[in-house]
């Protein structure tokens, strides 16, 4: 699940990217980083990897992450950042501290939650798309990152109906993916506070 999200994320990161510098105008750029993606998908698939000449090396896409959960921040963030052709530039808790951001940030792409507190996605995405945060209203291409749920896929369309570029799907098991996370990470906590704890005692007895 992890693996389909990874290339499913990645895979919608760079298709938008390359769609928004088209509609620009910026057709080098454009090539390029089509160029760049077709490179990376011969590469998946074990083809010859090197890059074809002729064409200027593209910038990393500029991505902000935006959910309200510090976990899927995490993987995210992760996920993205291990394609050295992307490059997480910021993130937000929420919408309304998103559209804060994005004159600041000036991302490539956005990708958003849906259910988020004070301002969800979709609030988030028709600010933007009116010119909120110092953005052209067409100019940043937004994915969203719904669930399978019949609420989710609902609220999904209506992300796209509000100008919303496209979706990635959470997996199923999602939230048992992050109940591990947390359990991993309370775990290296308990570890590092048990070995201080040893440490400090030691220096007692010495």
Known sequence: AVHALSSALRDRVRGQYVVALHRSGRQAEALAAARDYRTTLADQQGLDPSREAGGPRVNPIRVMVVDDSVVVRKIVTDVLSADPDIEVVG???????????????????????IEMPEMNGI?????IRSGAGGQAPGRVPIVMFSTLTERGASSTLDALSAGA?????????????MARMKSQLLRKEAMETLRRENNSLEDTLV
């Open 91 to 113: 993130t937000a808790v929420n919408g309304r501290i998103a559209v804060g951001k994005l004159e600041q940030l000036k991302p490539d792409l956005v990708t958003m939650d």
């Open 165 to 177: 570029n496209d979706y990635v799907e959470k997996p199923i098991n999602f939230r048992i993916l």
């Open 123 to 127: 609030e988030a995405v028709r600010a």
